[in-house]
T-cell receptor, first 113, second 112 residues
Framework: GNSVTQMEGPVTLSEEAFLTINCTYT??????LFWYVQYPGEGLQLLLK?????DKGSNKGFEATYRKETTSFHLEKGSVQVSDSAVYFC????????????FGKGTHLIIQP | DTAVSQTPKYLVTQMGNDKSIKCEQN?????MYWYKQDSKKFLKIMFS???????INETVPNRFSPKSPDKAHLNLHINSLELGDSAVYFC???????????FGDGTRLSIL
């Protein structure tokens, strides 16, 4: 079956630090990959996506590259802000989305001023 | 203007009761979903509907019954609530099943 593995949190960084949140996946097909963000008390928002190998998704300074050879989709940001504090979920959609989204367990990111 | 709206936002009730959570999307999407998020923030798909037809039904107890009166609505009815049903339930929608999903703000269900 499909699965997504993310680094365990919480991850605590100082403002302006470089961020990496690791994500690896296993899938039976050729999945689309997503990062979603959940701010406190809110639903999930799509942060970025990639649908094929070597695609780079980017949004709000965040980037992630679809690496088929390492089955990874690591999230990066060059300089984090306090407002980036949230829970980040890596997810995949396989078989044309027929199975819905498979999520990782989420990484709680805390940015300190 | 809310794209995916769920009601109620909070639901506190006693074990054994029956309750419903409503979901509506105004995006014109064809596919709607229900997810359960447990206390450790883990999200798992429960159901998926495409144009009012069920396409995913994960290993969810029969006490949970989704109902889609039209493609803009997917309601979740839960019978005989149990302590383990306490969670945040999220509704989502997408244009097609392989497109990014838009989520509601969630319904926090607490069973006393």
């Amino acid at each position: 079956g499909n699965s997504v593995t993310q680094m365990e949190g919480p991850v605590t960084l100082s403002e302006e630090a470089f961020l990496t949140i690791n994500c690896t996946y296993t899938a039976t097909g050729y999945p689309s990959l997503f990062w979603y963000v959940q701010y406190p008390g809110e639903g999930l928002q799509l942060l970025l996506k990639a649908t094929k190998a070597d695609d780079k998704g980017s949004n709000k300074g965040f980037e992630a590259t679809y690496r088929k050879e390492t089955t990874s989709f690591h999230l990066e940001k060059g300089s984090v802000q306090v407002s980036d504090s949230a829970v980040y979920f890596c997810a995949l959609s396989d078989r044309g989305g027929a199975d819905g989204l498979t999520f990782g367990k989420g990484t709680h990111l805390i940015i300190q001023p | 203007d809310t794209a995916v709206s769920q009601t109620p936002k909070y639901l506190v009730t006693q074990m054994g009761n029956d309750k419903s959570i409503k979901c509506e999307q105004n995006l014109g999407h064809d596919t709607m979903y229900w997810y359960k998020q447990d206390s450790k923030k883990f999200l798992k798909i429960m159901f998926s509907y495409n144009n009012k037809e069920l396409i995913i039904n994960e290993t969810v107890p029969n006490r949970f019954s989704p109902k889609s009166p039209d493609k803009a609505h997917l309601n979740l009815h839960i019978n005989s609530l149990e302590l383990g049903d306490s969670a945040v339930y999220f509704c989502a929608s997408s244009q097609q099943s392989n497109q990014p999903q838009h989520f509601g703000d969630g319904t926090r269900l607490s069973i006393l």
